[in-house]
Each structure stands twice: as C-alpha cells, then as structure tokens.
C-alpha cells in the first residue's frame, strides 16, 4: 500500500489524501475545502485522477468528520463515486442543505458506518473510531491493505465533552501500526500545551451569566455541540433559558441523542417572530424580562436584536469560537463596542494540544509518524521519535 498527501502535508484545511493498493485501487481520505478559499470552486480540487469523472480504480471517498475543511470540496465530484461517512455526518450535512447554506450539498453515494465496525472497500478493510472533536460524529480511521497497517486520525482532542472516548482509545488502541498519519493543528500556535476543557468554560459561561444583568449574548458555531452543551448547562445553573435558532435546533433534533438540549426542553426555546409554537420565543417576550435568556446568536437573530433594547451595557457578548473567524462576525463585534457590551472570549480549541499528541503517539507506538493537518511540520521532529515528513503530492510506501 501506498501513499500521497494531495493537500494537509503543510497546512490546516483542505484535508485530501490518497491510498494506492498492490492491486491500483484507489482510496481517498477526505476531501476538504482549503480554509483559505475565497470561493468553493471546481480548479480547488487536488491532482486525484477520478474525482469530477469516476474511474473503475477510484473506489470510494471516507468523508472524517462534517467540517467543510474535510469535505468541502465534495461539491464538484461526480456524484456515483461511493462516499463512506457517519450518520450524524450526513444528517448534518443535510440541515445544511435544507437550511441553505453556502456551499451545502448532499452526496450522492452514501454509505454510513458505525464506530468500530470494520469493513471492506475492494482490497482495503477499514475501523472507524470515534473521536473527540469540536465536530459532532468525528472519526479517526485504521486502514489495512497488502499486509500494512495506517491508522488516520483526523482531527481530534481528549479536552472536550467526549474526552472519554481518547481515554478509551489509549487503553485500547489497534495494535502494529506501520504509519500514523496524525494531526499537529496546535503546533506553532500560543499556549499549545494546555488547553482548557469544556468544563471549565462552563465555569466561566456561569460567572459572566450570573454577572450580567441583562441579555447575555454568544457568537458560537451551530455545530459545534459540545459547546452547544456547555452553554446550555451553564445558563441552566445560573437560571437562564437559551435562546437558539431554528437551524440549532434543527441539527441538535436529528442527532437524535436524548441528552442533547432540544426544543422539547422548557429551557430551550427557539427565537421566532411569533409565540404559536410552544417552544417560540419573541423579541418583545425576551424584552419582558431581559436576564432570564442565553441567546446564541445566528443571522436573523442578529438582524432583528441589533437596533433593539436588549443590547445595551447591561448585556453582555461572548465570542466563543477560534480568531480566525472574527472577522466574519466584524458587524456584531462593532455594535457590541459601540453599545459599551461587556465583551468576552471563552474558548477552547477543537483540537489536541502537545500532551495530548506525545500520549496518542506514545500509546500507538507506529513504526513512523507523518504530519498532516499542520503549519509547521518541522516540529514534529522536536516531539516525537520515527518522523518521516512528505509534502502534499509525494508517493510513499506505507
């Protein structure tokens, strides 16, 4: 078996790599849109033969996770190539389509797999794991073929809400792994060696929410559930309903977890323009009595709040997702400053930090490591013994 990093090798985003068996099948891993894209469009697609017209060797595409940066790109393949992925993938990916957002599209070739049930792709048998993520239904991936062993692990962390599920896999990992091929996100960046849990940014969503005295604003992903969790668990503490939209609400309800906040919750209610559903809550009934809501910001929520009362320096905003999205919300960040809010940033990376990486490593002990997902490589070789570097498009024998 061999194999090509087609994009990651040196840089975070844009996730593509390409498995060759003994026999000339093909299998790809991911197939995301580079975060760096101004536009999703066809020429971003890596040098994969197969991708826009399907060839007999092109076997299949194993989507990690419902990131746009791992399959984003999915948008412009030809829709007969067989797609392996999670449920709560797909089901994500469909709120999406259904809610139309930018660059939402559904496969065409879906075929869902269950965590740890292990299953053939022509000569290449593939394990998913389950992973702690900042995505919902991340998977890592061992994948055997020709006698070799590559385990992938996508993007994971052991910091988040299913923190668990690393603790499991590092007393429980596949054994005799030839090649690791494993994420470095944290590398290069500021305090990579510890990062916060979700538990402790309950802590502090609790303290913020207790000390103001209005309307407590977030700017958090819709999918990001964990954070979703945390949220809802803090204004719970502090006596608070959360306020989300319809398209929150929407992918918490096809998750289908009972333990997920959802609108048949009485704390939960779904910010609307009219009180008919039990579960709506208006502009004027939140202004009735402004400190007992949590509102997750999404667009037309903010559209409609921006020239209303409630956001004055009684309330308070929280921006809770990584920096690099702040200026995709500029407007909100403006108006809150101009109002005098109370700005907050409670975050934590959907991402492993450096321990957690050395105790993946350590436990897996793989013949050689390889960097993906990564700026900087390099440090790697400051890390961890057996580090073998490839840039994007070199073939190497697993």
């Known amino acids: 078996m061999k194999a090509s990093i087609k994009r990651g090798a040196n840089q975070i985003g844009g996730s593509a790599v390409e498995l060759t068996a003994d026999s000339g099948e093909r299998l790809i891993i991911d197939l995301g849109l580079p975060l760096d894209a101004e536009e999703n469009t066809a020429d971003l697609l890596p040098d994969i033969k197969g991708l826009k017209n399907k060839t007999d060797d092109l076997l299949g595409i194993l989507i990690s996770h419902p990131h746009q940066d791992h399959y984003g790109l999915g ?66 991936f061992l994948i055997e073929a020709d006698g070799k062993r590559l385990f992938y692990s996508g993007d994971f962390r052991a910091h988040g809400r299913k923190g668990k599920l690393f603790d499991g896999f590092i007393k429980n990992h596949p054994k005799d792994i030839d090649v690791l091929m494993m994420e470095g996100s944290c590398l290069g960046r500021e305090q990579s060696t510890k990062y916060p849990s ?39 503490k502090s006596g608070r309903t959360l306020v989300i939209s319809g398209y929150t609400g929407h992918i918490l309800m096809v998750l289908d977890n009972e333990h997920l906040p959802s609108f048949k919750w009485p704390d939960v209610k779904k910010f609307a323009t009219d009180s008919t559903a039990p579960h709506n809550i208006t502009k004027e ?26 956001v004055n320096e009684n309330a308070s ?3 809770s997702m990584w920096d690099g999205y702040k200026e995709l919300y500029q407007e909100r960040l403006d108006l809150m400053k101009e109002k005098n809010v109370p ?3 409670i975050h934590t990376s959907g991402h492993a930090d450096i321990p957690t990486l050395q105790k993946f490593a350590l436990a897996i002990n793989p013949k050689k490591i390889v960097p993906i997902h990564t700026f900087f490589p390099e440090q790697f070789k400051e890390l961890f013994n057996n580090v073998e570097l490839h840039n994007d498009n070199e073939t190497f024998e697993i």
């Open 75 to 140: 948008l412009h393949i030809d829709n007969s190539i067989p797609i392996y992925m999670s449920k709560a993938t797909a089901d994500i990916m469909d709120v999406c389509v259904k809610h139309n957002l930018p660059n939402a599209f559904a496969f065409g070739n879906i075929h869902i797999f269950d965590d740890k049930s292990s299953f053939s792709i022509g000569p290449f048998t593939v394990t998913p794991y389950l992973v702690d993520h900042s995505a919902y239904g991340a998977y890592a």
């Open 198 to 236: 979700e538990t402790s940014l309950e802590t502090e969503f609790e303290k913020v929410f207790k000390e103001t005295k209005g309307v407590a604003f977030i700017q958090s992903s819709s999918q990001n559930i964990d954070r979703i969790v945390t949220i809802y668990r803090a204004a719970k």
């Open 285 to 310: 009934m939140i202004e009735q009595n402004p400190s007992k809501y949590v509102i997750m910001f999404g667009g037309l929520i903010f559209n409609i709040l921006k020239s209303s009362s409630l």
């Open 317 to 319: 905003f929280i921006y």
């Open 343 to 345: 700005m907050y940033d």
